[in-house]
């Protein structure tokens, strides 16, 4: 995984595990994975796809939130583009957004705290590409614009 630097609490997870009991091997049957791959995901050397964390949380009785709340991917990883090169982000060389603190007096928002990101935000972080060479705003079917010339 280049450019990505992947950090789960491995701590967390085999806490978790012992409180419902389970073995590696044994929650890796419980939710449908090959127990390497389990092993690696822990280790910080696969991702985790966003049904093995819903999997996993539903094996630990917690939500898919407190199991993200334990893996963090430090880096965005590079997109691969139909080219078959790899497109880095400008956004990375970028300081992060953050909201104002103060905004004048009538402006929406005004005196409000910015709410703080849900703890799932970005599970699909590095599992979509989209072909850059698609125009995604035109239909699909080509005959869809005949509906409405009848």
């Given amino acids: 995984m280049p450019n990505t630097t992947l950090k789960v609490d491995k701590a967390w997870f085999e806490a978790q595990?012992?409180?419902q009991g389970l073995s590696l091997r044994a929650l890796a049957a419980k939710i449908d994975m090959d127990p390497s791959a389990l092993s690696r995901s822990l280790n910080a050397q696969r991702k985790l796809s966003s049904q093995d964390i819903r999997s996993l949380a539903r094996a630990f009785g917690k939500t898919p939130g407190d199991v993200l709340e334990h893996i963090d991917v430090a880096e965005a990883t590079p997109v691969v583009t139909h080219s078959n090169t790899t497109a880095g982000f400008g956004e990375m060389q970028q300081r992060r957004f953050a909201p104002k603190a103060e905004s004048k007096a009538g402006e929406p928002?005004?005196?409000?705290e910015v709410p703080a990101r849900h703890p799932i935000w970005g599970v699909w972080k590095g599992l979509v590409t989209l072909d850059p060479n698609h125009d995604y705003t035109q239909p699909a079917d080509t005959d869809w614009g005949k509906?409405?010339?009848?």
């Fill in 17 to 19: 595990m012992k409180e």
């Fill in 109 to 112: 928002g005004a005196g409000q």
């Fill in 147 to 150: 509906v409405y010339e009848d």
